[in-house]
């Protein structure tokens, strides 16, 4: 039997600005304070600009602060993009890799297993996420295509890694539409993930989360099932209260 600690992240996006980020923080420790600390491992990933002052914040909490991209270089003419030093140089602790929204741009192939790396070298945790489009579910690609994405995201990683990297399973399809994969959908899927990886990482302590819009109405189906270990957050975790429902649901 494995113990794998959940793990709640919260993707703000581009959300959040100025002393949104402050006040955010006061809430989240509030309730924190008043209602206790769940038992799920707590990360946010807020926008570049306000890493510096939620690290600020939420220092001395139990929860870690990531950035939403990295570079895998350590510097150079990169114009748009954040190294792993300059993000611990802000207090992060991790970072997202591969989300589908970068994906999108371009951001796809083997750079990705870079940035895993270069995270994971830097000292920081790293999470890679996958997931197909509603083209692929419906052709029936989904399991070749997340296990090609797995397969290309890990491929520079190494069994001792296994402690700071999780990996999310994020079906585009259920990115910020409202429609959340079923339980069903959502177990198959990281229970594949969870293979995959297997050939990487020991298949019992790597963490699998599922994202696409979670919710506390949906979260503790989700959660429930035996490999899904958490969830990546977008829209509700703009609310903290949200956040935390759906961090105690796990
Ligand atoms: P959502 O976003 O929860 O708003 O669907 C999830 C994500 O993109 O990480």
């Given at each position: 039997m494995s113990v794998r600690r959940p793990l709640i992240a919260g993707n703000w996006k581009m959300h959040v600005v100025g002393d949104e980020a402050d006040a955010y923080c006061a809430e989240l420790l509030r309730l924190l304070d008043a209602d206790g600390v769940p038992a799920a491992e707590l990360a946010l990933f807020p926008p570049f600009t306000a890493l510096e002052r939620v690290s600020g914040a939420l220092a001395g909490s139990d929860v870690w602060v990531g950035g939403q991209n990295v570079h895998?270089?350590?510097?150079?003419?990169?114009?748009g993009d954040i190294s792993v030093a300059m993000l611990a140089g802000a207090g992060c602790g991790g970072a997202l890799v591969g989300h589908s929204e970068r994906r999108a741009l371009g951001e796809t192939g083997p750079a990705l297993a870079a940035r895993v790396r270069a995270a994971l070298d830097g000292g920081l945790r790293a999470m890679l996420a996958c997931g197909e489009s509603l083209e692929q579910r419906e052709a029936g690609e989904t399991e070749d295509w997340v296990t090609g994405q797995v397969r290309e995201g890990l491929a520079?990683?190494?069994?001792?890694d296994v402690e700071r990297f999780s990996i999310a399973y994020e079906p585009i399809w259920a990115i910020g539409t409202g429609v959340v994969a079923t339980p069903e959908q959502a177990q198959d899927a990281c229970a594949l993930v969870r293979r995959v990886a297997g050939e990487f990482l020991d298949r019992d302590q790597i963490r699998v989360l599922y994202g696409g819009s979670v919710k506390p109405e949906n979260a503790a189906e989700l959660l429930g099932q035996?490999?899904?270990?958490?969830a990546l957050v977008g829209g509700a975790s703009l609310k903290p209260a949200d956040l935390l429902a759906i961090a105690r649901a796990a």
């Open positions: 895998e270089a350590e510097s150079g003419a990169h114009t520079e990683i190494r069994p001792d035996p490999d899904i270990d958490g």
